[in-house]
Nanobody
Framework: QVQLAESGGGLVQAGGSRRLSCTASGRTFSAYAMGWFRQASGKEREFAAAISWNGRSTRYADSVKGRFAISRDNAKNTVYLQMNSLKPEDTAVYYC?????????????????WGQGTQVTVSE
């Protein structure tokens, strides 16, 4: 069992930056691929970014590519999402997820554990 806790959400102006963190419980964090998903009010949850177990492989949704960067520190059981050049359309609840596989996926069906989410609001 893995428990995930996100932090770092809040209110930010358009064009600004924010870094989200997700810390996992347990001793096998490095065995999991990790992902960030987001859900805007009234919309379905969508993929944002994901990273392989060793951090060497990443993937991004087209909507965030070039602006967001995912990284991980296995020694700290933490995955990060650095968000730059934020836009109002990035406003959403951001969820961290862990998959019992080494390589990342952009499908939420592949993820086994989810955090509670953290709200990011981008004002114009």
């Amino acid at each position: 069992q893995v428990q995930l806790a996100e932090s770092g959400g809040g209110l930010v102006q358009a064009g600004g930056s924010r870094r989200l963190s997700c810390t996992a419980s347990g001793r096998t964090f490095s065995a999991y691929a990790m992902g960030w998903f987001r859900q805007a009010s009234g919309k379905e949850r969508e993929f944002a970014a994901a990273i392989s177990w060793n951090g060497r492989s990443t993937r991004y949704a087209d909507s965030v590519k070039g602006r967001f960067a995912i990284s991980r520190d296995n020694a700290k059981n933490t995955v990060y999402l650095q968000m730059n050049s934020l836009k109002p359309e990035d406003t959403a609840v951001y969820y961290c997820a862990a998959a019992r596989r080494r390589y990342s996926s952009d499908s939420d069906d592949e993820y086994d554990y989810w955090g509670q989410g953290t709200q990011v609001t981008v004002s114009e």
